[in-house]
């Protein structure tokens, strides 16, 4: 049989060669990295929590009329995708304050803000994706002022969607990350939600206790990472309720 093509691997996916032009398929892997992957670790199912969560966001989205890149899941890892031109900014939406937020502003984590607060990363590892603002997006020719506007309607519209599902199954949406990419139709390009959108990219809290449900569990060593994003899932009903995690995931340094 024929080896696919890899296109590209990052920290927690690989993207290879999909079977038609204009289309990629999509490998969650069960690697966790933080802190710019100065923490490594593989988390048993992690992937496949993800490929099934980002797909239960992303089919969401997209019967609400949220243009996405998700044509549709293939297997547990794997997820066929529109190929597009990733916009090279992480697009963050906060509700309430945490994070890098809380850590540069000096907001105690879990302040609720006035209103979302919408913020712009420069997607570059070699810079630890540093903040940047419209004007150097501008200047620099990352994306155009409409683009802007586009994204920043697209990243508001996620955020109602997600934080009313969230809040349905008992979880806070604090804050989350999410890649736009550009799709070409015809002479119109057109910005369509991309990468995933998991537990790996949001801060989920339970509404009741505070738990966290999200990477920060492993970013701070909070407990274990799988059983925390198998009650996500459960709770959206995205796996089946008697499903659990049963491998205990491993740290590997
Ligand atoms: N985030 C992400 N990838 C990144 C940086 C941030 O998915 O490279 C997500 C993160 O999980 C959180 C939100 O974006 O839900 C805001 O992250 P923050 O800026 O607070 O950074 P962090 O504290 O994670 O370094």
Known sequence: MAR????????????????????????????ATAYNAEKKGVIDGKGVLNNRLSEYFMKGLG????PTHLIKRLNMREQLIRSV???????VVRNTAA???SKRLGIAEGTALPRPI?????????????LVSEEHIIAFGWAAQQDLDDMVALALRVNDFMSGIMMA????LIDF????????????????????????????????????LDKDVFRRDLGDLADAYTEVARRLGV???NVTHTVKPHLIN
Do not use: H, M, N
Request: aromatic share 10%; glycine share 10%.
């Open 239 to 241: 796996l089946p309720s």
């Open 4 to 31: 696919r093509k890899k296109l590209y691997e990052g920290k927690a996916k690989i993207l290879y060669e999909g079977p038609e032009p204009g289309t990629l398929v999509q490998y969650f892997k069960d690697d």
């Open 85 to 91: 031109e990733i916009i090279p900014l992480e697009v």
């Open 118 to 130: 919408i913020e712009f990363c420069y997607k570059d590892d070699a810079l630890g994706d540093p």
């Open 63 to 66: 019967q609400i009329g949220v």
């Open 99 to 101: 994070g890098s937020l």
């Open 177 to 212: 990350k999410i890649e736009i990419g550009r799709v070409w139709e015809g002479d119109f390009q057109r910005l369509i939600v991309a990468d995933e959108i998991s537990p790996d990219s949001c801060r989920l809290w339970d509404i009741e206790t505070g738990r966290k």
């Open 169 to 172: 199954v008992g979880i806070r």
